[in-house]
Protein backbone atom coordinates (compact mmCIF):
# COMPACT_ATOMS: atom_id res chain seq x y z
CA UNK A 1 0.00 0.00 0.00
CA UNK A 2 1.09 3.61 -0.71
CA UNK A 3 2.14 5.33 2.64
CA UNK A 4 -0.39 7.91 3.65
CA UNK A 5 -0.38 10.39 6.39
CA UNK A 6 -2.83 8.48 8.83
CA UNK A 7 -1.63 5.07 9.94
CA UNK A 8 -2.63 2.34 7.61
CA UNK A 9 -4.44 4.91 5.40
CA UNK A 10 -2.64 4.35 2.11
CA UNK A 11 -4.15 3.54 -1.12
CA UNK A 12 -3.69 -0.23 -1.67
CA UNK A 13 -2.29 -1.56 -4.31
CA UNK A 14 -3.13 -5.46 -3.64
CA UNK A 15 -4.73 -7.79 -1.15
CA UNK A 16 -4.19 -11.14 0.24
CA UNK A 17 -5.95 -13.34 2.27
CA UNK A 18 -5.23 -16.29 4.52
CA UNK A 19 -7.48 -18.61 6.61
CA UNK A 20 -7.64 -18.57 10.32
CA UNK A 21 -8.02 -22.35 11.36
CA UNK A 22 -8.87 -23.68 15.10
CA UNK A 23 -5.35 -24.94 15.43
CA UNK A 24 -3.50 -21.07 14.74
CA UNK A 25 -2.12 -19.77 17.49
CA UNK A 26 -0.72 -15.40 16.85
CA UNK A 27 3.01 -17.47 16.35
CA UNK A 28 1.80 -19.35 13.41
CA UNK A 29 -0.63 -16.88 11.94
CA UNK A 30 2.15 -14.25 12.62
CA UNK A 31 4.44 -16.26 10.17
CA UNK A 32 1.86 -17.23 7.69
CA UNK A 33 0.88 -13.54 7.16
CA UNK A 34 4.82 -12.80 6.82
CA UNK A 35 5.65 -15.18 4.04
CA UNK A 36 2.29 -14.00 2.33
CA UNK A 37 2.95 -10.53 2.75
CA UNK A 38 6.80 -11.11 0.83
CA UNK A 39 5.20 -13.17 -1.74
CA UNK A 40 2.10 -10.51 -2.67
CA UNK A 41 5.13 -7.88 -2.13
CA UNK A 42 7.09 -9.93 -4.64
CA UNK A 43 4.13 -10.11 -7.29
CA UNK A 44 3.27 -6.32 -7.12
CA UNK A 45 6.39 -4.84 -6.70
CA UNK A 46 7.55 -4.70 -10.68
CA UNK A 47 4.48 -3.19 -11.45
CA UNK A 48 4.66 -0.15 -8.74
CA UNK A 49 7.89 0.16 -10.49
CA UNK A 50 7.09 0.53 -13.76
CA UNK A 51 3.56 2.34 -12.58
CA UNK A 52 1.20 0.20 -13.73
CA UNK A 53 -0.14 -1.11 -10.58
CA UNK A 54 -3.39 0.63 -10.11
CA UNK A 55 -4.11 1.26 -6.36
CA UNK A 56 -7.46 0.96 -4.26
CA UNK A 57 -8.39 3.88 -1.91
CA UNK A 58 -9.37 2.63 1.67
CA UNK A 59 -12.42 2.53 3.17
CA UNK A 60 -11.78 4.82 6.13
CA UNK A 61 -15.20 4.19 7.67
CA UNK A 62 -14.26 0.14 8.61
CA UNK A 63 -10.57 1.30 10.00
CA UNK A 64 -10.08 0.05 13.64
CA UNK A 65 -7.80 0.29 16.08
CA UNK A 66 -6.70 -2.54 17.52
CA UNK A 67 -4.71 -1.91 21.15
CA UNK A 68 -1.09 -3.63 22.26
CA UNK A 69 -1.32 -6.79 23.91
CA UNK A 70 -0.25 -6.96 27.48
CA UNK A 71 0.01 -9.32 29.87
CA UNK A 72 -2.27 -8.34 32.10
CA UNK A 73 -4.93 -9.54 29.02
CA UNK A 74 -3.35 -12.86 29.97
CA UNK A 75 -5.82 -14.10 32.53
CA UNK A 76 -8.46 -16.85 31.17
CA UNK A 77 -12.24 -16.48 32.35
CA UNK A 78 -13.49 -19.61 31.89
CA UNK A 79 -17.00 -17.91 32.24
CA UNK A 80 -17.10 -17.71 29.04
CA UNK A 81 -17.99 -20.05 25.90
CA UNK A 82 -15.26 -22.61 25.30
CA UNK A 83 -14.71 -20.98 21.57
CA UNK A 84 -13.75 -17.93 23.09
CA UNK A 85 -11.54 -19.38 25.83
CA UNK A 86 -9.64 -21.59 23.24
CA UNK A 87 -9.23 -18.21 21.46
CA UNK A 88 -7.84 -16.04 23.75
CA UNK A 89 -5.33 -19.16 24.55
CA UNK A 90 -4.46 -19.60 20.68
CA UNK A 91 -4.39 -15.64 20.66
CA UNK A 92 -1.82 -15.09 23.34
CA UNK A 93 0.95 -17.85 22.38
CA UNK A 94 3.28 -17.25 21.60
CA UNK A 95 3.23 -13.65 23.89
CA UNK A 96 2.36 -13.20 26.82
CA UNK A 97 0.76 -16.42 26.99
CA UNK A 98 -2.90 -17.36 28.75
CA UNK A 99 -2.83 -18.15 32.79
CA UNK A 100 -4.91 -19.24 34.98
CA UNK A 101 -4.17 -20.40 38.92
CA UNK A 102 -4.87 -24.07 39.88
CA UNK A 103 -4.23 -24.32 43.80
CA UNK A 104 -2.50 -21.65 44.00
CA UNK A 105 -0.13 -22.41 41.25
CA UNK A 106 -0.51 -20.17 38.15
CA UNK A 107 0.04 -22.16 34.74
CA UNK A 108 1.04 -21.18 31.18
CA UNK A 109 -1.65 -22.32 28.75
CA UNK A 110 -0.68 -22.80 25.69
CA UNK A 111 -2.58 -25.42 23.09
CA UNK A 112 -6.18 -26.48 23.25
CA UNK A 113 -8.92 -27.81 21.53
CA UNK A 114 -13.18 -26.85 21.50
CA UNK A 115 -15.15 -30.03 23.52
CA UNK A 116 -19.10 -28.95 22.29
CA UNK A 117 -20.15 -30.71 25.34
CA UNK A 118 -21.57 -28.91 28.22
CA UNK A 119 -21.54 -30.72 31.73
CA UNK A 120 -22.97 -29.62 35.39
CA UNK A 121 -19.49 -28.67 36.72
CA UNK A 122 -18.61 -24.72 37.22
CA UNK A 123 -16.59 -23.17 35.15
CA UNK A 124 -12.73 -23.82 35.34
CA UNK A 125 -13.37 -27.13 36.90
CA UNK A 126 -11.30 -30.15 35.70
CA UNK A 127 -14.18 -32.55 34.07
CA UNK A 128 -11.67 -35.43 33.34
CA UNK A 129 -8.20 -36.02 32.15
CA UNK A 130 -7.52 -38.44 29.27
CA UNK A 131 -4.38 -39.32 27.41
CA UNK A 132 -4.71 -36.22 24.91
CA UNK A 133 -4.85 -33.51 27.69
CA UNK A 134 -7.37 -31.83 31.08
CA UNK A 135 -11.17 -30.88 30.16
CA UNK A 136 -12.09 -28.36 31.64
CA UNK A 137 -15.74 -26.73 32.04
CA UNK A 138 -16.64 -23.28 30.76
CA UNK A 139 -19.75 -21.35 30.65
CA UNK A 140 -20.37 -23.58 27.43
CA UNK A 141 -18.66 -26.26 26.85
CA UNK A 142 -15.20 -27.60 27.19
CA UNK A 143 -11.52 -27.08 26.27
CA UNK A 144 -9.39 -29.52 26.33
CA UNK A 145 -5.65 -28.39 27.75
CA UNK A 146 -3.24 -29.98 25.48
CA UNK A 147 0.01 -27.96 26.15
CA UNK A 148 0.55 -26.56 30.00
CA UNK A 149 3.43 -25.05 31.90
CA UNK A 150 4.01 -25.16 35.26
CA UNK A 151 6.77 -22.01 37.01
CA UNK A 152 9.98 -22.55 36.36
CA UNK A 153 9.74 -25.55 34.41
CA UNK A 154 9.16 -25.63 30.26
CA UNK A 155 6.22 -26.28 28.47
CA UNK A 156 5.01 -30.03 28.62
CA UNK A 157 1.89 -31.66 27.25
CA UNK A 158 -1.00 -31.03 29.70
CA UNK A 159 -1.38 -35.04 29.72
CA UNK A 160 1.35 -35.97 31.48
CA UNK A 161 1.62 -33.34 33.97
CA UNK A 162 -1.71 -34.40 35.10
CA UNK A 163 -0.60 -38.15 35.65
CA UNK A 164 2.16 -36.74 37.65
CA UNK A 165 0.46 -34.87 39.71
CA UNK A 166 -3.31 -36.75 40.07
CA UNK A 167 -3.97 -34.72 43.54
CA UNK A 168 -3.54 -31.47 41.76
CA UNK A 169 -5.48 -32.18 38.16
CA UNK A 170 -8.23 -34.16 39.72
CA UNK A 171 -11.59 -34.07 38.50
CA UNK A 172 -13.56 -30.97 40.13
CA UNK A 173 -10.42 -29.00 41.15
CA UNK A 174 -11.10 -25.57 39.74
CA UNK A 175 -9.03 -22.95 37.48
CA UNK A 176 -9.07 -19.77 38.75
Known sequence: MKIGLKLDAGDVFKIATTKITDEDTSGTLFDRLAALGASTLIDILPSVLDGTAVATP???SKVTYAAKISKEESAVNFNQDAKAVSRLI?????WPVATSTLNDVKYKLFDTAVINEDCNLEPGSI??????????????????????????????KAADIARSKKDVFSIGNRFV
Open 58 to 60: QDE
Open 90 to 94: RGLNP
Open 127 to 156: VSVDKEGINVACAHGQIKLITIQAPGKGPV
